[in-house]
């Protein structure tokens, strides 16, 4: 490989919109970047086509066939397709390349996916996301894992990333991720329970001051049209990861009754989504509601009156 990162090939497993957003910064920088996702088999294929196309990202036709141009690979997939990339990444893997695993995966699952990559002559670093992507961009922080997260470090920082080392024990950053998500993932849902209910029984407003009153830091009109915007958008993949959080707490010995709760409304906001209860999804107008109360309505409109949801 170049010594210098920037003369990488940087492939891009999952072109979705973390995907999509490193791409743009990468190309911005002139790096040199390659982009697989399983849409492009399916009719969802011309919007990512279209957009490859417009910043000059290669397609690649499969895992294996980016995995063999590529210097770095970055895995921004679903949770539960952590592992599954990783093994198909192996057929075409570059001897000494690095595997940045960019997925909200339990540190198990972590562990799974590096023993692939390194056992099939590539560099696997578990990679920690700790807040949201869309307002960092590739400066979102990042919190490195593994035996190699030293060495990658620098390196992606001078392709821009925020990246700073957690552990060289693999499972480290994923942990710190997973036991946060319990919480931020959690209040999304819990937002979106409570503000729901309390519009269906018409106490909103007393309920909000109360937050606010015990909260004052928090603009909880602002946070709550957030929260019920990231949800709509972006539940499917939410309530993946929240099942890794739960996976996490289990393999501490704990029952994960909260993650478990989180992960099925999470789920469920998404079921709705799909069926077209907020909107035409990929308009501008989707899930960009600035007024929570709106969604809470469509909810509402949904649910009878005796069922619990």
């Known amino acids: 490989m170049s010594v210098a990162s920037n003369q990488w090939h940087v492939?891009?497993?999952?072109y979705g919109e973390v995907g999509r957003i490193l791409a743009e910064d990468l190309r911005k920088d002139g790096v040199r970047v390659s982009a697989y996702d399983i849409k492009l088999g399916d009719d969802r294929a011309k919007p990512l086509r279209d957009h490859a196309a417009g910043i000059g990202?290669?397609?690649?036709?499969?895992?294996?066939d980016l995995a063999a141009e590529a210097d770095l690979i970055v895995s921004a997939v679903t949770a539960s397709q952590a592992v599954p990339v990783a093994q198909?990444?192996?057929?075409?893997?570059?001897q000494g390349a690095w595997f940045l695993d960019f997925n909200s995966a339990?540190?198990?699952a972590k562990q799974r996916a590096a023993a692939l990559i390194d056992g099939a002559g590539g560099r696997y670093v578990e990679g920690a996301v700790m807040t949201s992507v869309p307002p960092y961009r590739i400066?979102?922080?990042?919190?490195?894992?593994?035996p190699g997260a030293r060495e990658l470090s620098p390196l992606l920082v001078e392709l821009g990333f925020n990246a700073k080392v957690a552990s060289d024990q693999?499972?480290?950053?994923?942990?710190?991720?997973?036991?946060?998500?319990i919480m931020i993932k959690g209040m999304e849902a819990m937002v979106i329970e409570s503000f729901t209910t309390a519009r269906a029984y018409g106490v909103e407003d007393a309920v909000l001051a109360s937050l606010k009153e015990t909260f004052p830091g928090i603009d909880w009109e602002k946070q709550g049209a957030y929260f019920f915007q990231r949800v709509i958008e972006h539940g499917r993949r939410r309530s993946e990861e929240v099942r890794e959080v739960a996976e996490t707490v289990r393999e501490?010995?704990?029952?994960?009754?909260?993650?478990?709760?989180?992960?099925?409304r999470q789920a469920w906001?998404?079921?709705?989504?799909?069926?077209?209860?907020?909107?035409?999804?990929?308009?501008?107008?989707?899930?960009?509601s600035a007024d929570w109360r709106t969604e809470a309505d469509r909810i509402l409109g949904k649910v009878k009156p005796d069922e619990k949801q």
Do not use: N, Y
């Open 57 to 64: 990202v290669a397609l690649a036709s499969s895992h294996a």
């Open 88 to 94: 198909a990444c192996m057929p075409g893997l570059k």
């Open 139 to 146: 400066k979102v922080p990042l919190l490195l894992g593994g």
């Open 11 to 14: 492939g891009l497993v999952g």
């Open 106 to 108: 339990a540190p198990g």
């Open 269 to 288: 906001i998404a079921d709705l989504a799909d069926d077209g209860l907020f909107g035409a999804k990929g308009t501008k107008e989707f899930a960009r």
């Open 252 to 264: 501490i010995g704990l029952t994960p009754w909260s993650a478990q709760g989180t992960a099925e």
């Open 170 to 181: 693999l499972g480290v950053a994923s942990a710190v991720k997973m036991c946060r998500s």
